[in-house]
């Protein structure tokens, strides 16, 4: 086991460098067992050459001249065995040390879940070795799993990842995208781990708080900071200028070990110097129980949760593992009738870390193809900046887990709003077929938002439901609502007063301050007011919330007497707010005396290009609508780098276009081509979901390009009345006089919403962008190298706020 141990271990901190050269700044977390023990139970079927550099990447080669010598010489009938082929007794070792560290990670346990398990998937018609078979059973209790890659190639990667996410407990969904099983695929070898454990004593609920996380010098970003005061193991490398802490889980058989810089210098993360530093033989002397002093700490640390995806193989290949990914591959031990190589090696890993402790899982895919010391004062160890960290199964000293925390990751606000976008534009556009569509999905949630803080019951969670709260709140964790008394009826879970909608509206205040922040280059703000009925009393507590969250300022009008006036009141604040893109908001007859409430969220943004347009390139061209119909467009031109990725299984490429200080982007999403009279748009419509697009989107999965990017020049104008889609998509009752519960605003159950008003604008030209938008809600009493990239056909668009990845616009233009 201690030969594995070390062998992962210096493999962990190969492979974590690999990941950094193209994740600078970005967070990075794999399960380096998992990786290991896939690739190992594929070199258990190499020969030569093959088996040589997966040996040397995996550092199996450690102690094999030692071992070699001990090799009884070969009868002069048999060739001579390369030292670090599979059948070589070195080699026997490796895999024996594979198998007593899976039996020891898989004993069974009462007080926390620790399990790993491998997998062979075989195409029915590809014949293994017998030998080859028993081996990996017997080192790795691997069962080869027939299943049909040649026809079924979809359904057989499905079934693969039922059994991943069955392995993880339903942590590792996915692991294989739909593209990645193909009917070439002979051959999937996978490994999945699992663990979740309590600290062996675990902060307390109440201490945590919102604390900045220093991303830099002068960057941060707000993170839920758990304390608790006690004494720790500690290392403090002066010269180094680090220290870390080890965090012991129940039993102490796995421990977290931290290690954070000492401050943040400049612009960087602060982690630069450890990281060039970091060696498996440095990372082993600092672990050691002998070198670490018990000290007394105050110790601050985030609550955080990270999921990240890799392919491995351009990592592997540049690691050294270069003949197992050609044909030149030699796989000989797993078959002799094919030639068969490694194409892809995929691994997927989450952790999630808490007051209560951790819960961590990993899964890999090797997929093959057919070649064609305590004193009185007490340490303060804040970790409120970027650190890397590592989980050890400590009798074996193995590395399950590691990682690099440096990012915060999307707040679980952006995630529901973005849900909303995609849900609301698919709604959208079965009313507007052919037609362009331009909305701001922020604006909507954001009005919705104020009504659902008044909301109640059933009202509640529909709207929750449909603004994907539900997820918001489950995520930021429900379990630590206090039970309620007996005197008191039990919240329900997305009533407005319980904590995890509580975390919606506070996380509505924190994207609302960061959109209205001061900045001198570009210009991006939101406001919000409530225009209530005079004579109508709505509950003090609503209208403090509303002015908390929400800075809606409550005005008391008289809709009774004046409804009017009151209308062009509030279009003329709208106006105000979006620099008078937005007119009319309210048309004339919407306003009666029956209102006694109007919310209103007013948005707007003016931003430059990071790269201009000239406007001497602009000339007219050919928009296509269909594939026989043509329109005259104003199509700017420019040639530069930018970030773009080209899907081609479903035929569409994206490109990220940035605004000045790259806080905004905006992407356009464009078929590589049309068919027939329609827009070319259909697939992408129809496969559409956020998952995708936050995927496609991520930095990681763009490629920097030089493009020859053809943008037509547009003005979109949409008004909207969003009833009828809202009520499709589950906001019922809320519309429904007789069923609306709105007593979180007022002690009469006679309110429900009579309308919801949408009217958004775009303008993109040579400079840059210009967009603006407003909602009212209206409530009553009951009664590639270089490519081109032309967007001279329909495309998808939208604009992001990149910090919070919320996506503030979203658009279709397909009719100039």
């Known amino acids: 086991m201690e030969v594995i141990s070390t062998s992962v271990g210096k493999f962990t901190i190969d492979l974590f460098n690999k990941l950094n050269e193209t994740n600078k700044g970005k967070n990075i977390f794999f399960s380096p067992w998992s990786i290991s023990a896939a690739l190992a139970l594929t070199y258990l079927g190499a020969k ?40 070589n007794k070195k080699a026997a070792d490796i895999h024996s040390g594979f198998k007593k560290l899976l039996t020891a990670i898989n004993k069974p346990r009462s007080t926390y879940s620790l399990k790993s398990a491998n997998r062979i998937y075989v195409e029915k018609n590809f014949l293994l070795l017998p030998t080859y078979i028993q081996l990996s059973k017997n080192y790795y209790k691997a069962e080869p799993q027939k299943v049909n890659f040649r026809t079924a190639p979809e359904q057989s990667g499905k079934e693969i990842n039922t059994w991943v996410e069955k392995q993880t407990e339903g942590k590792i969904k996915n692991l294989l995208g739909p593209q990645d099983v193909t009917n070439s695929t002979t051959l999937i070898l996978i490994n999945a781990i699992y663990f979740k454990a309590e600290w062996e004593v675990k902060f ?13 010098k002068n960057k941060t970003k707000p993170v839920k900071m758990m304390y608790m005061r006690k004494i720790f193991p500690v290392l403090i490398m002066e010269t180094m200028n680090f220290k870390m802490i080890e965090l012991p889980y129940v039993k102490r058989e796995l421990s977290m070990f931290i290690l954070l810089p000492d401050d943040i210098k400049d612009n960087t993360t602060g982690l630069e110097q450890l990281e060039k530093e970091l060696t498996y033989e440095k990372l082993s002397e600092w672990a050691d129980s002998k070198k670490m002093t018990e000290i007394l700490v105050d110790l601050y640390l985030p609550k955080f949760k990270m999921e ?131 909305f701001s999905p922020w604006s909507i949630a954001t009005a919705l938002s104020m009504v659902y803080l008044g909301a109640k019951g059933d009202t509640a969670t529909q709207m929750a439901e449909v603004l994907h709260f539900n997820q918001t709140a489950r995520e930021e964790g429900s379990s630590e609502t206090t039970r309620p008394s007996s005197a008191r009826p039990k919240k329900r879970k997305m009533d407005p007063e319980h904590e995890g909608a509580e975390n919606i509206h506070s996380g509505f205040k924190k994207l609302l301050s960061d959109i209205n922040k001061r900045r001198n280059t570009f210009l991006l703000k939101s406001a919000n007011r409530l225009y209530e009925e005079k004579t109508y009393r709505l509950l003090p507590e609503f209208l403090q919330l509303i002015t908390r969250y929400y800075n809606a300022k409550p005005q008391a009008v008289n809709f009774k007497r004046a409804a009017e006036q009151v209308r062009a009141q509030i279009n003329s604040w709208v106006e105000n707010q979006t620099e008078r893109k937005i007119q009319s908001l309210l048309p004339a007859g919407s306003l009666h005396s029956r209102t006694v409430m109007v919310l209103v969220n007013a948005i707007y943004f003016k931003g430059t290009w990071e790269k201009k347009f000239l406007e001497k390139n602009t000339s007219e061209m050919p928009f296509r609508i269909s594939k026989t119909k043509t329109k005259p467009v104003q199509m700017m031109f420019l040639k530069d780098k930018f970030f773009i990725l080209h899907e081609a299984t479903m035929k569409f490429r994206i490109i990220e276009l940035p605004y000045v200080e790259n806080e905004l982007s905006m992407f356009v999403l464009l078929p590589d081509d049309i068919s027939d009279n329609a827009t070319g748009l259909e697939m992408v419509e129809r496969e559409l979901t956020y998952e995708k697009l936050a995927e496609w989107t991520k930095s990681s999965n763009m490629m920097k390009a030089d493009v020859d990017l053809y943008l037509p020049k547009l003005k979109v104008e949409e008004n909207y009345d969003l009833k009828s889609p809202l009520s499709s998509m589950g906001i019922q009752n809320a519309f429904d006089p007789r069923q609306a519960d709105f007593t979180g605003m007022s002690v009469k159950k006679d309110l429900f919403i009579s309308q919801v008003i949408h009217k958004a604008f775009v303008e993109v030209n040579e400079e840059g962008t210009e967009a603006a938008a407003a909602t009212g809600v209206l409530m009553m009493r009951s009664r590639v190298p270089t490519m081109t990239f032309k967007a001279d056909h329909p495309f998808l668009f939208f604009i992001r706020h990149n910090k919070s990845q919320t996506i503030l616009f979203f658009g279709r233009f397909c009719s100039p």
């Open 308 to 438: 990240e995806r890799y392919d491995l193989s351009d990592n592997l290949i540049r690691m050294g593992m270069r003949s197992a990914f050609g044909s030149n591959a030699d796989f000989s031990g797993m078959t002799e009738r094919d030639k068969v190589m490694i194409s892809k090696v995929f691994h997927k890993s989450f952790v999630a870390v808490d007051e209560k402790g951790t819960e961590a899982a990993a899964a890999t895919a090797v997929i093959i193809e057919l070649t064609s010391a305590y004193v009185s004062h007490a340490l303060k160890f804040r970790v409120d900046h970027p650190f890397c960290f590592f989980i050890r199964h400590n009798k074996s000293k193995s590395i399950l887990f590691f990682g690099r925390f440096c990012c915060v990751p999307m707040e679980p606000l952006s995630v529901s709003t973005n849900r909303f976008t995609l849900d609301l534009y698919k709604r959208l556009n079965e009313t507007s077929k052919g037609q362009n569509i331009f």
């Open 204 to 216: 307390k609920a109440e201490d945590t708080e919102l604390q900045p996380f220093r991303l830099s």
């Open 48 to 87: 030569g050459t093959t088996a040589t550099e997966m040996a040397e990447v995996l550092h199996f080669t450690l102690g094999a001249a030692a071992e070699a010598s001990s090799v009884a010489r070969p009868s002069r009938g048999r060739p001579k065995r390369r030292k670090l082929d599979p059948e």
